[in-house]
């Protein structure tokens, strides 16, 4: 596995949902093998790039307890507009920041490694200029990947027109799927109660 310190990628926590399955509870608090499930994912973000962003739209002094100074609200405009929204803001900031691209991942997948979001960093630096997104065992997952900073007209464009899915918008940039060597379980989203129980 490969860091990439250097500021030229970025990550990008996604954690501004509403959590409805969840009961409507902010599901970056709430506990996963013993940690909140924002911190575990943030950790991994950070393992591979640095600085890491926090994209939220509510308890906001507990993640800037996580990343001091560089958590950030959906703009206006795209409050609850879904993880795109996130996504958009995430690229603003990082184009400010003078970096090439985000590496995102959102804060409801605690079990997410280094290795696979390593593997996409690596993915992108061979096609700089396209999205990359995560397949795994045949499944892709768009909300783990780097998108660069080049999408940022279309994807205010996606968003401005009324389009949420993000499944639709990565083939609409031509992302290119990297198969990742991890085991679906990494992936497993943790939306509902029942999804944590036993941990
Ligand atoms: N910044 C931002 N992130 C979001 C938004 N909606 C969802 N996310 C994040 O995107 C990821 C996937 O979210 P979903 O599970 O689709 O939506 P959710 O609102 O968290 O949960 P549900 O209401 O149960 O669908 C999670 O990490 C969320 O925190 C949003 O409007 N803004």
């Not at 605690?110 to 696979?116: G, L, S």
């Not at 799927?177 to 990494?186: I, K, L, M, Q, Y």
Request: proline residues 8%; aromatic residues 6%.
């Amino acid at each position: 596995m490969t860091t990439e310190k250097s500021g030229e990628i970025v990550g990008l926590l996604l954690a501004g949902g509403k959590g409805t399955r969840m009961g409507g509870q902010d599901k970056g608090l709430l506990t996963w093998k013993g940690e909140p499930m924002a911190e575990r994912v943030y950790r991994a973000l950070s393992t591979v790039v640095s600085p890491v962003l926090i994209s939220a739209n509510r308890s906001l002094v507990f993640y800037e307890k996580i990343a001091p100074g560089h958590v950030y609200p959906d703009t206006p405009d795209n409050t609850h507009n879904g993880p795109l929204a996130g996504l958009l803001r995430g690229l603003i900031e990082a184009e400010g920041l003078g970096a090439q691209a985000v590496l995102v991942s959102p804060c409801d997948t605690p079990d997410i490694t280094p290795a696979t979001l390593s593997a996409l960093v690596e993915a992108w630096k061979i096609q700089p200029l396209r999205p990359v997104v995560a397949e795994c065992e045949g499944r892709i997952h768009p909300l783990h990947g780097v998108y660069p900073v080049s999408v940022l007209i279309q994807l205010s464009e996606w968003l401005a027109s009324g389009n949420r899915r993000v499944m639709k918008f990565a083939e609409s940039v031509n992302a290119v799927v990297v198969d990742c060597p991890e085991a679906e379980a990494a992936f497993q989203n943790r939306n509902r109660p029942e999804d944590l129980a036993g941990k």
